[in-house]
């Protein structure tokens, strides 16, 4: 589907994030896309209908008992012209109305009446968005397939600090067109429902390690054969977690994405979400140490020479592999020697199902490249070679080896 047929309704509720809406509207429409603007009552409280309406080129709807809006384009008839409906800024309340079902204004019948893809924009108070109440709307909402894009963290307008700022309108965007484009992928894609129902934990790019508040110890990855892995398993109908070192890549929208920095940060993460899952990627590349102290203050440079002493790092999916009730394991070995005895030394280590050799030695593939190429060992010694390919190419080589072996 081109953007400029893509008939987009912008739902607009009642919080402070709501003066970003003009803007996140305005995008929307330089990438061709057909918007019209639905307010409720508390958004009214934040911004006027004037400025949505100036900035969108149409009236702006905020009434379900308006007769004259109504006439012009009736609430159902709205809910059937829009492909999408995009609820930025969401409040806890709103999100809850939805997961609830509950349609007692415009915008939430609008939603209860349309067949489009909801995708919400939570914006709150950081002890709200912790509150279990919110928990368990925003699972429930994920779980009927419902996009939640954010909330970021951040300073709050009310001062707090913390996950609940209404993610930029431009990131917005992007996350949309990349939906949109995988979504139109997916449906030519081979992989395409191989994994319904699997939850897919993984974790991507590098780990930072603080020296002090200006420098960190860290390597080359990008992130590109992670994301593309986790692209790849939600074409396949896996519920994604990715858990991401820092990279300059967006996260595909339908994943639930986690941001850490540290080792020790990851490692956390992956604590927090294993249990549940049914695979495990550890894609990432690890720090293996990390400094002993970061220092509080930036550190000088007096002293011609200078020694900073490092700590290993937990590995991570070595504590995957060694619990009770542990999920399907695939590892990476980026080795630059001895490619074959090395990995499968990690697959055995680190009690694995699964590990993807990469040669770093070839600076064509592994990290930072587009492209890659990978055998896959499994326990039993057995041998799978992919040739140098796009990382999206190699993943859905992953996705499908992960089905087969779990079937
Ligand atoms: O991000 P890109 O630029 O696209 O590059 C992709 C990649 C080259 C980083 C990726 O394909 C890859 O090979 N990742 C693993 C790199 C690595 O550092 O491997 P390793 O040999 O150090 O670790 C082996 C396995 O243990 C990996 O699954 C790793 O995630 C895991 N590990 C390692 C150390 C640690 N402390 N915890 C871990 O979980």
Redesign the pocket.
């Known amino acids: 589907m081109k953007n400029n047929e893509t008939n987009i309704v912008v739902g607009v509720t009642g919080g402070i994030a709501a003066y970003k809406s003009p803007d996140l509207v305005r995008r929307l429409q330089e990438q061709g896309f057909v918007v019209r603007v639905v307010m409720t009552a508390g958004a009214e409280n934040f911004i006027t209908a004037t400025t949505l309406q100036a900035v969108s080129g149409h009236p702006v709807n905020n009434d379900l008992f308006d007769n004259e809006a109504e006439a012009a384009m009736g609430h159902i008839e709205l809910a059937k012209w829009a492909d999408i409906i995009l609820i930025a800024p969401a409040t806890a309340n709103c999100l809850s109305k939805i997961a609830h079902g509950l349609a007692d204004d415009l915008l939430t019948s609008l939603i209860l009446a349309s067949s489009a893809q909801l995708m919400l924009a939570p914006a709150m108070n950081q002890q709200m968005w912790k509150n279990k109440a919110i928990i368990s709307n925003a699972e429930s909402l994920k779980q009927r397939g419902i996009l939640l894009f954010g909330p970021d963290a951040g300073e709050q307008a009310c001062g707090d600090v913390g996950l609940g700022r209404m993610r930029e309108p431009s990131q917005l965007v992007e996350a949309l067109v990349q939906w949109q484009q995988s979504a139109s992928a997916s449906d030519e894609s081979e992989v395409s429902g191989i994994l319904d129902g699997v939850k897919l934990l993984l974790?991507?790019?590098?780990t930072v390690e603080a020296i002090d508040p200006v420098r960190y110890l860290s390597?080359?990855?990008?992130?590109?054969?992670?994301y593309a892995i986790a692209e790849a398993a939600l074409t396949a109908g896996a519920e994604v977690t990715l858990v991401s070192g820092p990279?300059s890549l967006t996260a595909p929208p339908a994943a639930t994405m986690v941001a850490v920095k540290s080792?020790k940060e990851m490692l956390l993460a992956v604590q927090q979400h294993l249990a549940q899952s049914d695979v495990f990627i550890?894609?990432?590349?690890?720090?293996?140490y990390a400094p002993s102290q970061v220092a509080r203050q930036k550190i000088k440079k007096n002293a011609d020479s200078m020694q900073i002493e490092l700590t290993r790092?937990?590995?991570?999916?070595?504590w995957v592999g060694s619990q009770k009730e542990r999920p399907y394991i695939v590892?990476?070995?980026?080795?630059s020697e001895n490619l074959e005895a090395?990995a499968k030394k990690?697959l055995q280590d680190?009690n694995l199902d699964l590990?993807?050799a990469?040669d770093?030695s070839d600076t064509s593939i592994?990290?930072?490249?587009d492209n890659?190429a990978?055998s896959i060992f499994n326990a039993s010694g057995r041998q799978k070679q992919i040739k140098s390919m796009p990382?999206a190419k190699i993943a859905e080589v992953i996705i499908k080896e992960i089905a087969k072996n779990l079937n």
């Open positions: 974790t991507a790019g590098p390597n080359h990855s990008s992130g590109k054969m992670g990279v080792a550890g894609c990432a590349a690890v720090a293996d790092n937990p590995d991570i999916i070595a590892g990476f070995a980026a080795e090395y990690k680190k590990i993807c990469n770093i592994g990290f930072n490249s890659n990978i990382k």
